[in-house]
């Protein structure tokens, strides 16, 4: 696959991908301020490079929430995958298991809990959405645990939906509607058309036997509208803790305060996120953030930061922030989308390398040397 880095990735799935679907991953909410703030708050950081050391041997490999990990990454949880290329969270755990990265499976998966289990072995990790029927919401946590997930992620900043104006002027509904216009998009982008349009339908797996699973096409607005629990508070998270009994972490915090309120809660990690600016629009970008939830936290749980991160040196940037790890979300669905699991492969190999390249020039060999001093204050 001729790709260099994540961008070259994103062009191949643009190609790939029939219009709808590229925009469904691509996009934001709102005027996309937040995602395009993500990105470019990474880019006004700069490195403070250290030479003639001795960077022959460069050791990156580390553990996140107990789960061992070859690089600080972590396959963040998507939605859906399986509309981008057929079985695409399957097709993910096991690129994810090959370069010896965890991987967060999402509650709106297009493979279920146990499909994932059985057919890879990847260290998995399990995003938990909380539901109006807190039966359904106990009955997967207790699928994820007995399929061995490692961790339960409760993504937080989900109560409905971020106003994403591109899928609405889409008409973007799971599973893809038929209508002349999406009927020629598609027929254009025929390896697509074959792949998943033509292929068994796309529903979210984890619901079958619910009532959530209506059969019929929904907008992502709709089905959050009807199953998500508004109602969702801190008090809450002891309940989860309970029922769940292992390490857990919350994702979509951006706030110190919160983040404090968290380690109160004996929650284990902190994932610094906005969603990939699909929730509030005009949030602060996640590496913006990051530093305010490290010194909140002071240690008493791992951060990991989650949004914007592109290209190796962005998690370097992140962990000298004090970052545990970096979640990648987009930077795989393009490597889905682009090529299935060889393309995942490809993007997890692209950063990885980025990962050595950016600590070889910083002068720095182990994540332990890297600290707020490696980067210039801005
Ligand atoms: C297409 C798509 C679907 C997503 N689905 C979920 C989901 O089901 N659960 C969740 O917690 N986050 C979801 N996210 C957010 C990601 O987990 C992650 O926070 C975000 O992609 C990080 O930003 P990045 O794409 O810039 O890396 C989704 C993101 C995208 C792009």
Redesign the pocket.
């Known amino acids: 696959m001729n790709a260099y880095n994540i961008s070259d990735l994103r062009d191949a799935a643009r190609r790939r991908l029939p219009k709808t679907i590229f925009e469904?991953?691509?996009g934001g909410a709102f005027d996309e301020v937040t995602?395009r703030a993500?990105?470019a708050d990474f880019e006004k950081r700069r490195f403070m490079t250290r030479v003639l050391t001795d960077v022959s041997i460069c050791e990156r490999s580390t553990t996140i929430i107990g789960t061992p990990a070859s690089a600080p990454l972590v396959l963040?949880?998507?939605?859906?995958?399986g509309i981008l290329h057929r079985r695409g969270e399957l097709s993910a755990s096991r690129a994810a298991h090959a370069a010896g990265v965890p991987y967060?499976l999402?509650?709106?998966?297009t493979c279920s809990i146990e499909q994932i289990a059985q057919a890879s072995e990847v260290q998995r990790w399990f995003?938990l959405?909380v539901l109006r029927d807190r039966g359904i919401t106990k009955t997967m946590i207790e699928r994820a645990r007995s399929t061995g997930c490692k961790a339960l992620?409760l993504?937080v900043d989900?109560k409905v939906q971020g106003p994403r104006e591109r899928d609405m002027r889409n008409g973007f509904t799971v599973p893809p509607k038929f209508t002349l216009g999406t009927m020629i998009d598609f027929a254009r982008h025929w390896r697509w058309l074959i792949d998943v349009g033509l292929g068994p339908k796309v529903t979210f797996r984890n619901f079958d036997g619910t009532a959530a699973q209506s059969g019929n096409a929904v907008t992502i607005t709709q089905f959050i509208a009807g199953q998500y629990d508004l109602s969702i508070s801190w008090k809450d998270v002891d309940w989860f803790k309970s029922v769940w009994g292992g390490p857990i972490a919350l994702?979509?915090v951006l706030s110190p305060d919160d983040a404090r309120i968290a380690v109160d809660h004996g929650v284990d990690a902190i994932?610094v996120?906005?969603?990939?600016?699909?929730q509030l629009d005009g949030a602060i970008s996640?590496i913006d953030a990051l530093p305010g939830v490290v010194e909140a936290v002071r240690g008493k749980a791992e951060v990991i930061l989650?949004?914007?991160?592109?290209r190796g040196s962005d998690v370097v940037k992140a962990l000298c922030l004090g970052a545990r790890a970096c979640?990648?979300?987009?930077?795989w669905?393009y490597g889905l989308a682009s090529g299935g699991e060889a393309g995942v492969a490809k993007a997890l190999d692209i950063l990885i390398k980025e990962i050595d390249t950016t600590m070889t020039l910083l002068g720095r060999t182990t994540l332990a040397e890297l600290g707020p001093h490696c980067l210039v204050a801005n």
């Open positions: 469904f991953i691509d995602l993500n990105r963040a949880p998507t939605g859906l995958a967060c999402s509650t709106m998966s995003q959405y992620v993504t989900t994702k979509g994932i996120s906005n969603h990939g600016g699909r996640a989650d949004g914007g991160v592109r979640m990648i979300g987009r930077a669905l």
